[in-house]
Structure formats: structure tokens, C-alpha cells
């Protein structure tokens, strides 16, 4: 069989499992837009810019917690006094010169389509709202979800719970009863924390056959 027509068969065979789910969330950066490398770019950038290391896998386990909150973590693992909020504001303002680049995930965006107006969809990230209502606009997306969650409204950022089941609670669905998409060991870590099952999108595939209760992180 062609790889196409196995992907596809594999698709319908993911997509019949969300019978059992009441809500979906999906998780931004990685998951719904290909936004990873703009990301990496622009901690590249301000690691120039500031004077400390960053690399992919780095910045990768961290993803979905917010700018000002990596920039602690710098300090406390590499021993500097970086001002965070200029580093977050330096590494903020390179993303959105190229935020225009940001791209839908293909198979992510399958899902969306096929189950809007039967699921309620929400958004939970770590991004700021600012950058979120411009990518959701830019990308014509803001139509299919019911709720956002963003880093301005929680306190504990992904690992911790809260991120996840805020949007449960605007999506008026018990948490055990949503099913989590996500793309980093962070967000994982954060839909176990919450209860809820997960799969993994990776290199831009959803990995339905990761998906098991308490998350699919593996």
C-alpha cells in the first residue's frame, strides 16, 4: 500500500477514536502552526543579543512555558543575571517580525475541520494572548475554537495542570473527558498532571498510535 493511503487509513482510524471525547484542546506552538523554528530563531537571536547558550533540544523540552520563565531557567542553569524581561522583549520582537510565516499544521488542521460544530475546541498555550489572536487572524483559524488559554491567565505554566484544565472549564467538559494535542515533554507532562488523555504531534504527524489514557508521551 502506498504511504499516502496508509497515512490516510490511519487518519480515519485516529479520527473515529474521538467518540469518546466530549472536548478537544489543543496546544499551539508545534501543534496547530509550524511555529517551532521561528521560535528557535529568535531564541538564537537573543542569545546573541544577551550573552547565553541556547540550542533546539534546550528550548524544545521547555516549549509552552512562557519568554520570561525560560529566561529564569537560563539564569538558574547557567549561573547569569540576565534581565528576563529584556530577554523575553528581545526574543518577542524577532518572532513577530516573521510571525507572517506561521503556517497551519496540516494534519492537525484535518482534525479541526472534521470535527467542528460537533466538538467544542479550545486553545491552551503558553504564548502570549497578544501573539495568539495574531496568529489565530493570520492564519483564519480563530473561527473553530470556543475558548483560548494563555500565558496571561495562569499563574503555573505547563508542566503544572492549570493551563489544561482552565480550558476544560471554559469548554463547560469534565477534564477527563477532553483529549490533549501536543508536541513537547512539557505539555505532556502538564495533560497527565490534569487527568487528561494525550497524543503526540510530532514532525508535524499526529501520532494517533501513541494515544493511551493519562497521555501518550511515551
Request: hydrophobic residues 45%; charged residues 25%.
Amino acid at each position: 500500500m502506498p504511504s499516502s493511503e496508509r497515512a490516510g487509513s490511519g487518519a480515519a482510524a485516529g479520527l473515529d477514536r474521538l467518540g469518546a471525547y466530549e472536548g478537544l484542546i489543543f496546544d499551539l506552538d508545534g501543534t496547530i502552526v509550524d511555529s517551532m523554528h521561528l521560535h528557535l530563531s529568535a531564541w538564537k537571536h537573543a542569545a546573541e543579543r544577551h550573552g547565553f547558550a541556547f540550542d533546539y533540544a534546550t528550548y524544545h523540552a521547555w516549549g509552552g512555558i512562557p519568554s520570561r520563565k525560560v529566561a529564569r531557567l537560563i539564569n538558574e542553569r547557567q549561573g547569569l543575571t540576565l534581565d528576563a524581561e529584556a530577554v523575553a522583549a528581545t526574543k518577542a520582537e524577532h518572532y513577530l517580525r516573521h510571525i507572517g510565516e506561521v503556517r497551519p499544521i496540516v494534519a492537525t488542521m484535518e482534525v479541526i475541520a472534521s470535527v467542528h460544530g460537533r466538538l467544542p475546541m479550545a486553545v491552551a498555550t503558553g504564548t502570549p494572548r497578544a501573539n495568539l489572536e495574531r496568529i489565530l487572524a493570520a492564519t483564519g483559524l480563530a473561527q473553530y475554537f470556543r475558548a483560548t488559554v494563555c500565558a496571561e491567565d495562569v499563574e503555573r505554566h505547563k508542566p503544572y495542570p492549570d493551563t489544561f484544565l482552565l480550558a476544560a472549564e471554559r469548554l463547560r467538559v469534565p477534564a477527563r473527558r477532553c483529549l490533549v494535542f501536543e508536541d513537547t515533554l512539557t505539555g505532556f507532562a502538564a495533560a497527565t498532571a490534569a487527568g487528561m488523555d494525550c497524543v503526540p504531534v510530532e514532525a508535524r504527524e499526529i501520532r494517533w498510535e501513541g494515544l493511551r489514557p493519562g497521555c501518550a508521551a511515551g
